[in-house]
């Protein structure tokens, strides 16, 4: 008779059990959209609940997409920024994505690295920036149109400090 002492085997499994657990609890419960992206040819290997609902696709159809389906950059540029977040030379970006119904919209992408079957994939939060892009647009053209306007125009506090004069103030 031989016995095999398969404690540490056992104790390994459950430790792999409990980070795989901890890894689909955090993904799956997030509220804003993951990706894991395979950076070699930019497939997405998995996608969150939150992605589905954020871009339009369920998620059967996410994981057999690629980002370039969804991401508004040429293909080489694409894979370019993914070679990047991948190494983890870069982990924020700025893009535009395209969903489901063809809006596209403004989007900061803030990458990690997760090791999967032995290669490290890059795992991609995206926050949606649009309307914070278009306010900062609109902001900028009314400081132009203020600072260009034929009248001295100047805004100060309740205490009577100036805080900002264009510059016909000064002309």
């Given at each position: 008779?031989?016995?095999l002492?398969?404690?540490?085997?056992?104790?390994?499994?459950?430790?792999?059990?409990?980070?795989?657990?901890?890894?689909?609890?955090?993904?799956?419960?997030?509220?804003?959209?993951?990706?894991?992206?395979?950076?070699?040819d930019?497939?997405?290997?998995?996608?969150?609940?939150?992605?589905?609902?954020?871009?339009?696709?369920?998620?059967?159809?996410?994981?057999?997409?690629?980002?370039?389906?969804?991401?508004?950059?040429?293909?080489?540029?694409?894979?370019?920024?993914?070679?990047?977040?991948?190494?983890?030379?870069?982990?924020?970006?700025?893009?535009?994505?395209?969903?489901?119904?063809?809006?596209?919209?403004?989007?900061?992408?803030?990458?990690?690295?997760?090791?999967?079957?032995?290669?490290?994939?890059?795992?991609?939060?995206?926050?949606?920036?649009?309307?914070?892009?278009?306010?900062?647009?609109?902001?900028?053209?009314?400081?132009?149109?203020?600072?260009?306007?034929?009248?001295?125009?100047?805004?100060?506090?309740?205490?009577?400090r100036?805080?900002?004069?264009?510059?016909?103030?000064?002309?």
């Amino acid at each position: 008779t031989i016995f095999l002492d398969i404690t540490e085997r056992k104790r390994a499994e459950e430790k792999l059990r409990e980070s795989e657990e901890r890894y689909r609890t955090l993904f799956a419960q997030n509220s804003l959209p993951m990706l894991l992206i395979d950076p070699a040819d930019g497939a997405i290997v998995d996608a969150s609940g939150s992605a589905a609902g954020y871009y339009g696709w369920d998620l059967p159809t996410l994981r057999q997409m690629k980002i370039l389906e969804i991401n508004t950059l040429s293909r080489e540029a694409v894979l370019a920024k993914l070679d990047l977040a991948s190494t983890g030379q870069q982990r924020q970006f700025d893009f535009r994505h395209r969903l489901a119904n063809g809006d596209v919209r403004d989007v900061e992408v803030f990458s990690g690295r997760v090791a999967m079957n032995g290669r490290s994939l890059p795992l991609s939060t995206v926050v949606d920036v649009t309307e914070r892009k278009r306010a900062e647009e609109e902001a900028r053209r009314m400081a132009l149109m203020v600072d260009n306007a034929p009248n001295s125009i100047t805004v100060h506090d309740f205490d009577g400090r100036f805080l900002y004069a264009n510059q016909r103030t000064f002309d």
